[in-house]
């Protein structure tokens, strides 16, 4: 029986990932950095969308998993996110750990590392400190294939190669 489960939960991770790659390719139409995140509750239903758009909006914080927090938070009327997971193509760095926590999210699923700034596990593991007042559930490297071809594309042309 625990293996069944663990395949559901698998397929549904994937299932969302996908959702979220989806939002990527959205910031990545608008010239964004392709970076994409849904929030999902506890029932499965997507309450919050969100693709990276800082340089379009002008807004050092618009990356893709505030952006769908706050998404979420104005669908469901209350910050704080409890029992919701965030899905999000790209590891989440120092200021999107912070809101996450903040939000208290149940979960983030996230795709590719992100070596340079990442706050899970690339550089640091915030979300495993002791000071926190909140626990986070971390899955790591969901599509992260897709996430990364999706990262390295975008930089190859921004390059030229």
């Given at each position: 029986?625990?293996?069944?489960r ?84 790209l ?17 983030v ?53």
């Amino acid at each position: 029986m625990p293996v069944y489960r663990e395949s559901v939960a698998l397929r549904s991770d994937e299932f969302y990932m996908h959702r979220a790659l989806d939002q990527a390719r959205e910031g990545l139409a608008a010239g964004e950095v392709p970076v994409g995140a849904v929030v999902v509750d506890a029932d499965g239903e997507i309450v919050g969308r969100g693709f990276n758009a800082p340089v379009s909006g002008h807004d050092p914080s618009a990356h893709a998993e505030v952006r769908a927090l706050r998404d979420a938070g104005a669908r469901l009327g209350n910050y704080r996110l409890d029992g919701c997971t965030l899905y999000v193509t790209l590891e989440p760095c120092l200021m999107c750990t912070g809101a996450i926590i903040h939000a208290r999210l149940a979960r983030v699923v996230y795709g590719a590392a992100e070596p340079r700034s990442g706050m899970v596990e690339s550089k640091a593991n915030l979300f495993a400190q002791p000071w926190y007042n909140h626990r986070v559930e971390v899955e790591g490297g969901v599509l992260a294939s897709r996430a990364t071809r999706l990262l390295q594309a975008f930089f190859a042309e921004r390059r030229g190669d």
